[in-house]
């Protein structure tokens, strides 16, 4: 089977809004690493937040269309509102470190890793604490330190899927003007890693 996992925040975390639910796609399934359970694949997603829909059917429907004909595993984890930082080293770890756990108990393998986050950390009333948490007050450009958490958070899942590739999106922007800065970030861990590609 193909696996695939979603984490981050916002339009992977059941954020979108559809005109019609999604119905059940065939000989695709979604893993809950809250309960260690397997479901037929439907929106809203298990393992995440929010009632809409999720990104992660619009990577399967893709997908589909391009003929791959192996069962497809969609493991959802990722958090609204939740900033990169938090991922790092805050409140979302606790779900990276818990989903690594399960899942390798669980004997399954994940292919892919698709990050989509940057919103939250867009809004400087928020980057800043939330940066402080990560770094302790540290002085240094907006990017750097988006780049360093992202880069960490992608490490630490090689030490349980060292064959794992990730996608990222340049996303900073939601109900605001959008992040320059936050948006090199990701870039920049796009281009410096050999095991990542732009998605989305």
């Not at 800043?128 to 990017?143: M, R, T, V, Y």
């Not at 060292?162 to 999106?169: Q, R, T």
């Amino acid at each position: 089977y193909l696996g695939i996992v979603g984490f981050g925040q916002s339009n992977i975390a059941n954020r979108i809004i559809r005109d019609e639910p999604i119905h059940p796609i065939e000989n695709v399934y979604m893993w809950d690493w809250t309960n260690g359970k397997c479901y037929l694949f439907s929106e809203p997603l298990v393992g995440t937040d929010g009632v809409g829909g999720n990104l992660l059917t619009d990577v399967v429907m893709n997908l589909k269309l391009e003929n791959i004909r192996k069962p497809i595993l969609v493991a959802p984890m990722a958090k609204g509102g939740s900033s990169v930082f938090f991922w790092y080293k805050g409140k979302q770890k606790y779900r990276l470190d818990k989903f690594l756990q399960i899942s390798k108990k669980s004997n399954l393998n994940f292919d892919y890793w698709l990050w989509l986050q940057g919103e939250t950390d867009a809004r400087p009333d928020l980057y800043l604490p939330f940066q402080n948490i990560a770094f302790n007050s540290e002085i240094g450009e907006i990017n750097y330190f988006y780049s360093t958490a992202l880069d960490e958070i992608f490490n630490k899942v090689k030490t349980q899927y060292p064959n794992a590739v990730f996608g990222v999106s340049l996303t900073s922007k939601c109900n605001n003007n959008g992040n320059y800065y936050v948006r090199m970030g990701q870039k920049q861990v796009i281009e410096d890693r050999d095991d990542t590609f732009f998605t989305f």
